[in-house]
C-alpha cells in the first residue's frame, strides 16, 4: 500500500502527469482527448471550470499527479457527472475506490450536488468496483450504448443521491489546494 497519498485540485501544473496517465493506457482515449501537453492543458482547464459547474482533483501518489477523480456539473438539477482514472502504476491498491468515495462524500455534503451519476462499460468490472466503494448504488444498464471495436456493449449505470448513506470505504484525505 502506497502511504502518503491524497487529493487536491488539479492545476495546469498537472498536465505533463495527465499526459502521462492517457499515453500509458490505450483505453483511456474513452477517458478525453489528451495526446499532447496542450490538449492535457485544456482538459484541466475544463474539469477546474468552476462557472461550469466542473471540479477535478488530482490523486496525489508519490508526489505525482497519478490519477483523476472529477465531476462534470449540470448546476439547474444539482446534478453531476461522475469519472475517475488511474495511471496502470498506481491502480490496484485501493487509491481510485478511496479518492472516489472521498470526493463524492464532499460533493454530496460541500459541494453543492444532491445527485452523481456514472456509467461503465459492462467489461469494465473495476470501473463498477471503485463506483460501488464510493456508495453509487446500481440504478440499470443501458443495451447497446457504446460501439467498441466494432461491439456494441452494454453500458452499467450507477446513482449516489444526498440522501444515500456514504459508504464504509475509507477516504483519501482531500485537500484545499
Ligand atoms: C477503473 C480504474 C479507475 C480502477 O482503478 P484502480 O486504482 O485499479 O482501482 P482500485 O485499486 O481502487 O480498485 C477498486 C476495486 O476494483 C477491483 N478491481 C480492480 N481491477 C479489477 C479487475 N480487473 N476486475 C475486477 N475488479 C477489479 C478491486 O479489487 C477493487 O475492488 P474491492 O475494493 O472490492 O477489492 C482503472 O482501471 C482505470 O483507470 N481504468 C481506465 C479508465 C476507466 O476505465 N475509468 C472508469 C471509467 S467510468
Given amino acids: 500500500m502506497l502511504s502518503g497519498a491524497y487529493l487536491r485540485p488539479l492545476t495546469p501544473a498537472d498536465a505533463a502527469d495527465v499526459l502521462a496517465g492517457f499515453q500509458a493506457d ?14 492535457a492543458g485544456k482538459y484541466i482547464e475544463f474539469l477546474t471550470d468552476s462557472e461550469q459547474g466542473n471540479h477535478g482533483f488530482a490523486i496525489v501518489v ?18 453531476g457527472w461522475f469519472f475517475y482514472w488511474m495511471h496502470p502504476e498506481f491502480r490496484g491498491q485501493g487509491l481510485t475506490a478511496r479518492a472516489a468515495a472521498s470526493v463524492a462524500n464532499w460533493a454530496l455534503t460541500n459541494g453543492g450536488f444532491e445527485r452523481l451519476e456514472l456509467g461503465h462499460r459492462v467489461n469494465n468490472p473495476a470501473s463498477g468496483a471503485v463506483a460501488q ?9 443501458e443495451r447497446a450504448k457504446f460501439l467498441v471495436k466494432g461491439e456494441r456493449v452494454d453500458v452499467r449505470t450507477y446513482g449516489r443521491l444526498s440522501t444515500d448513506p456514504a459508504p464504509d470505504t475509507e477516504p483519501l484525505p482531500l485537500s484545499s489546494r
Avoid at 490505450?26 to 490538449?39: A, F, H, K, N
Avoid at 466503494?133 to 444498464?141: K, L, Q, S, Y
Fill in 26 to 39: 490505450p483505453e483511456m482515449i474513452r477517458q478525453g482527448d489528451v495526446t499532447d501537453l496542450d490538449s
Fill in 62 to 79: 508519490e508526489s505525482r499527479c497519478g490519477g483523476v477523480v472529477g465531476i462534470n456539473g449540470a448546476s439547474q438539477h444539482r446534478l
Fill in 133 to 141: 466503494a464510493a456508495g453509487f448504488i446500481h440504478e440499470g444498464t
